[in-house]
């Protein structure tokens, strides 16, 4: 088999097709909690706390010099990407416990009936049933 037919076959499953939809999904899904963190959530909780920006927060460790840029840690872009974690993370899990939900309201569906047995499977069956039979002593 050629690779080219070999990618073919991998390309088209199912799986990677609905794998490469969730990606998209998720990314699209990802900027949406991102604005609305950045875009609703944040701005109150900055005005609650003294009307700080979460983004400019941020501790020099060295001024600029020349061409030098100055070197900082950005703590404020790193609470803000913390929070957007947090709550994708709980809406994520909200969708899941919703979606498992729906399954167990989904009707049960009968198991299927066993395979009927061979007839060595039978008479095996009947065997093991005399000899778990308790044994009569002739009297």
């Known amino acids: 088999m050629s690779i080219v037919q070999e990618f073919k076959e991998f390309a088209v499953k199912g799986n990677v097709i609905d794998m490469a939809v969730g990606v998209v999904v998720g990314a699209a899904f990802g ?8 875009d609703v959530i944040m701005p109150p909780i900055g005005v609650l706390v003294g009307g700080v920006n979460f983004s400019d927060l941020a501790l020099t460790i060295r001024e600029a010099a020349g061409k030098s840029p100055a070197v900082v840690i950005a703590y404020g872009k790193f609470a803000q990407t913390v929070i957007d974690f947090a709550i994708i993370a709980f809406v994520i899990f909200m969708v899941v416990r919703l979606i498992n939900s729906l399954k167990k309201n989904e009707a049960p569906t009968e198991p299927a009936p066993p395979p009927a047995l061979s007839k060595e499977q039978e008479l095996l069956t009947e065997i093991r049933d005399l000899l778990k039979e308790p044994m009569h002593k002739p009297g």
């Not at 900027?31 to 950045?38: C, D, G």
């Open 31 to 38: 900027k949406i909690v991102s604005s609305l963190v950045a």
